[in-house]
């Protein structure tokens, strides 16, 4: 028997990875919100070949008049994946899709949508942030999930754009669609269901993982951007990644984190610190929330050179 003694920790190693084995085989994960709103819950990681370009939460409303999509995916394969998931609760078309922001995850699902012949909309700036950024997605999508479902995507931008605010009604229920300034991305929009206390808020709250900062970003502004969402006191909240939640939530893992992490880069700055001693800043406080060791460094570089230029 002593020869199988090596082989214990190895077989405890092994029944701990099993259940996150198969919770990364589900993929995309349909959860209900309220009567006819649901969250399709995709990975907090990042984009693979197994999640398509899929690793966000979409919003998937349901009226007596067809369906309403918060965000289109990131591939074509990805958006068929999301529609596969809507056929399991409804027969109805999707009738529109909403474009929430500039991020390949929220966008180049919509041919796929067009070519089953629903309308598109977003806001003007996160249309002219997916035109610029349109080739740079592809290349990083092929890079990441693989050219085979890059060629299958057709970028399509959204046949209606509005500049701050539009109203869109459907089989009765309200969606009121609202670009209030750059949070993750210069076009982000959260969208209102008054009648049903629903916010869809698209990559304005990140809830479980650590949101990014990046380039295309504006952290200041963001904090601003979620006041306004905030104000609305929705019952239930659908992120741009994460499970459906609260505002409780919301505000603990995304403004009180970018509230944390601009206190922490102006201190380290007002104390003399270079940017190239950046990673010395200390956001352990946050480690609990995924993909912290991947981007965290990496968001205080961004917000020490968006510092700078304020
Ligand atoms: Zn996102």
Not at 111 to 125: D, L, V
């Amino acid at each position: 028997m002593r020869i199988f003694k090596p082989f214990a920790p190895l077989l405890a190693a092994m029944l701990v990875l099993l259940p996150a084995q198969s919770r990364g085989d589900q993929k995309l994960e349909l959860q209900l919100v309220t009567a006819g709103v649901y969250a399709i819950v995709g990975e907090l990681g990042n984009r693979t070949t197994d999640n398509l370009g899929n690793n966000a939460t979409f919003g998937l409303v349901v009226t007596g008049d067809g369906v309403v999509l918060i965000d289109s995916g990131g591939t074509h394969p990805g958006a068929r994946e999301i529609d596969r998931l809507i056929k399991t609760v409804t027969a109805k078309p999707v009738v529109w899709v909403i474009n929430t922001g500039g991020q390949d995850h929220r966008w180049l699902g919509n041919g796929y949508f067009k070519n089953q012949g629903a309308q598109i909309i977003a806001s003007e700036a996160a249309v002219n942030d997916q035109k610029a950024r349109t080739q740079d997605q592809l290349i990083m999508l092929g890079n990441l999930v693989g050219d085979k479902a890059v060629k299958a995507t057709d970028p399509v931008y959204a046949d209606k754009t509005f500049t701050d605010y539009f109203e869109l009604e459907l089989g009765g229920i309200v969606f009121e669609l609202h670009h209030s300034g750059q949070a993750h991305t210069p076009g982000d929009s959260y969208v209102w269901l008054p009648q049903k206390q629903v916010m869809f808020s698209g990559d304005i709250v990140y809830v479980e993982r650590m949101l990014g900062v990046g380039s295309q970003s504006n952290s200041k502004s963001w904090l601003e951007v979620f006041q306004t969402m905030a104000a609305h006191q929705p019952r239930h909240l659908v992120p741009g990644h994460g499970q459906a939640t609260d505002l409780s939530q919301a505000k603990t893992d995304t403004y009180d984190y970018l509230v944390f992490l601009r206190k922490s880069v102006s201190d380290f700055m007002d104390g003399g610190g270079d940017i190239s001693a950046i990673g010395s800043v200390d956001q352990t406080k946050f480690s609990h929330l995924q993909n912290f060791q991947e981007i965290a460094g990496r968001n205080a570089q961004q917000v020490f050179t968006e510092i700078e230029w304020e």
